[in-house]
């Protein structure tokens, strides 16, 4: 189906933060060159979560940010997109993370935050421990533990998301 892009709501807590303005106009070349291969995901706007989202919009955007951005730098009205009906708010983070996960990397910040923010989510509403996190994702428990951790460490002081190379990254060792 195409929908409108005037009528897409984008939730300001989306997992990407940071999109590389020269990978949307790459992506936008070649939208215009080959089509959009891939619809964006969308469902209903949830009001009661977004209640001062203004009237005109319908959609709310799931997943496919920079593919939206590529085809309004195209200037297109309509963008090819699949609607997901009646998503939960946990089924709209899994959707995004994978997309994410998938598709351009995440920034170690963006990374760490969405999958703290997915472990929340399946703790408050399934009661699921960091191991049932963990299998459900295909990441080791240590892993997700640590990811869960340097969130919550750049939540309370800021300045560690500025450092770079990732504090996940080790550096690697020279064998003999």
Do not use: C
Request: charged share 30%; no cysteine; hydrophobic share 40%.
């Amino acid at each position: 189906m195409e929908i409108p892009i005037k009528e897409i709501f984008i939730p300001p807590d989306r997992q990407r933060r940071e999109v590389k303005e020269s990978a949307v106009a790459e992506l936008a070349v070649s939208i215009q060159a080959r089509g959009q291969l891939h619809p964006v995901v969308v469902t209903e706007l949830d009001r009661v979560r977004f209640p001062d989202a203004p009237a005109h919009l319908q959609y709310q955007l799931v997943a496919g940010y920079r593919r939206l951005l590529a085809n309004a730098l195209l200037k297109r009205q309509e963008i090819k997109a699949e609607l997901l009906s009646n998503l939960t708010r946990l089924e709209q983070e899994e959707i995004e993370l994978d997309e994410n996960l998938m598709r351009e990397q995440l920034s170690w910040q963006d990374e760490v935050k969405a999958k703290a923010r997915l472990v929340d989510l399946r703790k408050q509403l399934y009661g699921d421990s960091i191991r049932d996190v963990a299998t459900h994702v295909g990441e080791s428990r240590g892993e997700l533990w640590e990811d869960q951790r340097l969130a919550k460490a750049i939540e309370l002081i800021p300045e560690l998301a500025q450092s770079n190379p990732s504090p996940k990254q080790t550096t690697p060792t020279a064998t003999p």
